[in-house]
């Protein structure tokens, strides 16, 4: 599975920093020694470019098929092959890697799940006919068009505009509610 030392080294970079975290109270082996053997194979892997030497892919096998038998309980595969324990390690850094950003919020219902409403524009019923909305509008039809009105009737971009014109874009910015 991990046959050359540049795989090995990115997936015990990987591995590393959750060395320090996960910990278990019936661990037989403290994990302090847990991350001195790992800081001792990524320094024997940068010794090493393409096909890892025998001795030292038995080496990592071995702690990691230990820190396997500490990190999973016994019943989530009783023996598991070394492909199935790399394959459970890469499953669960995928996991815990997601666990310090901010959820998604795209996609995040479920099948059949019904999404909240959005929130309506709540702003006056003649600023929305000004801008030829409906009285039920939301928020983000309503800001679009918003944004779409300013930038077509704003003196600042429009300076041979008329009095009346002028008249009509404060009328609407006065009713615009914040």
């Not at 060395?19 to 800081?39: D, K, N």
């Amino acid at each position: 599975m991990m046959e050359h030392a540049s795989t090995a080294r990115a997936f015990l970079r990987r591995l590393h920093p959750w060395l320090g975290r996960a910990v278990h109270t019936r661990w037989t082996t403290s994990r302090a020694a847990y991350r001195r053997e790992a800081e001792a194979l990524l320094l024997a892997l940068t010794r090493h470019e393409g096909r890892m030497p025998v001795d030292l892919a038995l080496r990592l096998e071995g702690f990691l098929g230990q820190l396997y038998r500490e990190w999973f309980p016994r019943t989530w595969r009783p023996n598991p092959t070394y492909a199935e324990v790399i394959r459970d390690f890469r499953w669960w850094l995928g996991l815990a890697e997601t666990w310090g950003q901010p959820p998604s919020r795209a996609g995040t219902t479920r099948r059949g799940a019904r999404r909240a409403p959005e929130p309506l524009a709540q702003q006056p019923e003649q600023l929305l006919r000004m801008l030829a909305l409906p009285r039920e509008c939301t928020r983000s039809r309503f800001l679009a068009s918003w944004r779409r009105f300013v930038k077509e009737n704003h003196p600042d971009l429009n300076p041979d505009q008329t009095p009346e014109e002028r008249r009509r874009f404060a009328e609407a910015v006065a009713l615009r509610r914040r």
